[in-house]
T-cell receptor, first 107, second 111 residues
Framework: QKEVEQNSGPLSVPEGAIASLNCTYS??????FFWYRQYSGKSPELIMF????GDKEDGRFTAQLNKASQYVSLLIRDSQPSDSATYLC???????FGAGTRLTVKP | DAGITQSPRYKITETGRQVTLMCHQT?????MFWYRQDLGHGLRLIYY???????DKGEVPDGYVVSRSKTENFPLTLESATRSQTSVYFC??????????FGEGSRLTVL
């Protein structure tokens, strides 16, 4: 059974703090990894993807991948209230999602 | 306009009825996906398709049927709707980068 698991939420951080979101996957054949953000009542939208071990930075967002540990994370620096949303981890080959972590950034 | 569209956006039906949710994309993406989203479960993959006439089961395929006779269309049919199929359904497509592009979702209520 291919599984994608995310750390249980909800997660609450103060404005300006670093939010850390984690995801583990069971299929060692997984090739690519994606983080999506979903606002309430809206469709998910891509934040970033990562294919190779290590870190990938895009603005305030950093994705980290460790294939040996089957672990991918997303760090959000200088968190803003507008970052409050549900964050979804997705893993390909067949693009399965974790259950999501709801993040609240408090002003 | 280019993009991915779902119809209907909202649907109320009764137990036992057949329902078809439509999905159309204009990018000629090879891959298309159907997900359902319920509280506490995130997005669960129902079926996906790598190309026209190629479909595969996802995590929760029971009670659903898909077809893909044309690259741009990927309809999802509930042959005999049940209350447990009340959900929000998202269609998505992806191209070479692997990024998913989602439709706006179809909210289905089965009474």
């Amino acid at each position: 059974q291919k599984e994608v698991e995310q750390n249980s939420g909800p997660l609450s951080v103060p404005e300006g703090a670093i939010a850390s979101l984690n995801c583990t996957y069971s299929d060692r054949g997984s090739q690519s990894f994606f983080w999506y953000r979903q606002y309430s009542g809206k469709s998910p939208e891509l934040i970033m993807f990562i294919y190779s071990n290590g870190d990938k930075e895009d603005g305030r967002f950093t994705a980290q991948l460790n294939k040996a540990s089957q672990y991918v994370s997303l760090l959000i620096r200088d968190s803003q209230p507008s970052d409050s949303a549900t964050y979804l981890c997705a893993v390909r080959v067949d693009m399965r999602f974790g259950a999501g972590t709801r993040l609240t950034v408090k002003p | 306009d280019a993009g991915i569209t779902q119809s209907p956006r909202y649907k109320i039906t009764e137990t036992g009825r057949q329902v078809t949710l439509m999905c159309h994309q204009t990018w000629s993406h090879s891959y298309m996906f159907w997900y359902r989203q319920d509280l506490g479960h995130g997005l669960r993959l129902i079926y996906y398709s790598a190309a026209a006439d190629i479909t595969d089961k996802g995590e929760v395929p029971d009670g659903y049927v898909v077809s893909r006779s044309k690259t741009e269309n990927f309809p999802l049919t509930l042959e005999s709707a049940t209350r447990s199929q009340t959900s929000v359904y998202f269609c998505a497509s992806s191209g070479k980068t692997g990024e998913l592009f989602f439709g706006e979702g179809s909210r289905l209520t089965v009474l």
